[in-house]
């Protein structure tokens, strides 16, 4: 019965935020073909910049309120309290710091405006995620699902409404405001309700020197993915111009649409890591393997079709005003097979108590992407960032597989088969894609890409039927398969 229900809330979960994912790129896609270039960088740029600073806002303290709330359920208003308490002090250090660094940059007026509402914005979406963490922590999932969803059918909405009277830009950033009010009434309304806990604000002493000794290596974690994440589009808005922005964030939205699946696919193996980790280290090796294997299964015909047929989809979506982001869109697609393969190695090192070295190969990537756009981006332009992502993901992924094999041992002869397979399969796809690319739709060519890689794949013996059964098991019923990975 107790598996049911994480199963069934955390698939409401998923389901909520690939829906919020298919709805931020569509919402993406309408500014960018109104707006333009310049517009859209603007947008990119404002909304880019307070999501690097929102971490200083929770600093990891939603994660810490996850774990207390589901250990001491009756102290849980206690705890949520005085996290919402220090996010008060937290939020006002962090507004003044991105408002003043904004100052800084000297920014189009225009800019700076959106970036003072999307602080506001930054603020509200601080307080639900604690808000529903706490509901987290109750092992209840489905307003949080039922928040994300219609929070951003409101952005939606209201954005569409400004677009369509054409509204000055910064009003799409109001957009984002309302739904982030929305989802802090929503859960509000759902904790006082479900679990009779009215929020309240609070700073106890000791309560939050406790609080702040189990969040440092969140915290650490956060800052260093978050600036990893976004520090790129704040370089390019002031070696290059805010209009490059919105050429970059275009590659940027369409190369990472699809980073929800390894997402489903390491939440899914994460308790099997961690119960492996006790009882028999050599099944988690066999574990770890298998999940690189899948995949990269999954990342090569993503990465190699989009990059083929990289001009016909900027063309299809944004119009030839963005054919500067072909080239860009193409590396990052090389560097999406990076991020996936480094979910499983990541999510062992957590599982495994390792997370300091986790959070030590994040730091090392943040430093490696800062100091490659510093280099690049003035040589190359676009194509130096896309670069110094590629590099950066690789360098994630090479760390976490360095720090994992110290703990299992991890088949790399049999990764490095499929991986060889899976790659050749990649490169037929491309091929065929090459050459019906002129002859035919894009919608057209998907399908036929899917079906010559998958034909490839079962030719050279990279995957059987079962795996793939298995596969989707996986990623789309929340870790039903998983005990078929290593049987």
Known sequence: MEGGKVVRNTSYLVAAFVGQKVLTFVYFTVIARTVGVEGAGRYFLAVSFTTMFSIFVDLGLANVLVREVAKFPDKAGKFLANVLGIKLILAALTVTAALVTAHILDYHPQTTLMITIACAVMVLDSVHLVLYAAMRGFQNLKYEAIGVVSGQAIIITIGSIFLYFEMPLQFLVVALLCGSTWNVIWAVWALKRRFGILPSFRVDSVMARFLWSVTVPFALAGIFSRVYSYIDSIMISKLISESAVGLYGVAYKIAFAFQFLPMAFAAALYPAMSETYITDRKKLGML????????????????????????????????????GSVLPLQILMASLIFAYLYWPGGSLLNACDRQALNTTVMGATMVLNIVLNAVLIPRIG???????????????????????????????????????????????????????????????LIPIGVAVYAGALLAVGGVTTKEVRTMIDIVLKRGKGVSDLVS
Not at 299 to 310: C, E, N, S, Y
Not at 385 to 405: D, I
Request: charged share 10%; aromatic share 12%; proline share 2%.
């Open 288 to 323: 770890m393997t298998v999940s690189l294997n899948y995949l990269m299964l999954i990342a090569v015909p993503i990465a190699f079709g989009v990059a083929t047929l990289a001009r016909e989809f900027i063309l299809l979506l944004y119009g030839p005003e963005f054919l």
């Open 382 to 444: 676009l194509t130096g960032a896309a670069c110094a992502a590629l590099a950066g993901n690789a360098l994630l992924w090479v760390g976490a597989m360095f720090f994992a094999r110290r703990v299992t041992r991890i088949d790399m002869w049999a990764f490095t088969k499929t991986a060889a397979k899976t790659l050749f399969a990649g490169l037929i796809m491309s091929a065929a894609l090459l050459a019906l690319r002129e002859r035919a739709h894009v919608a057209l």
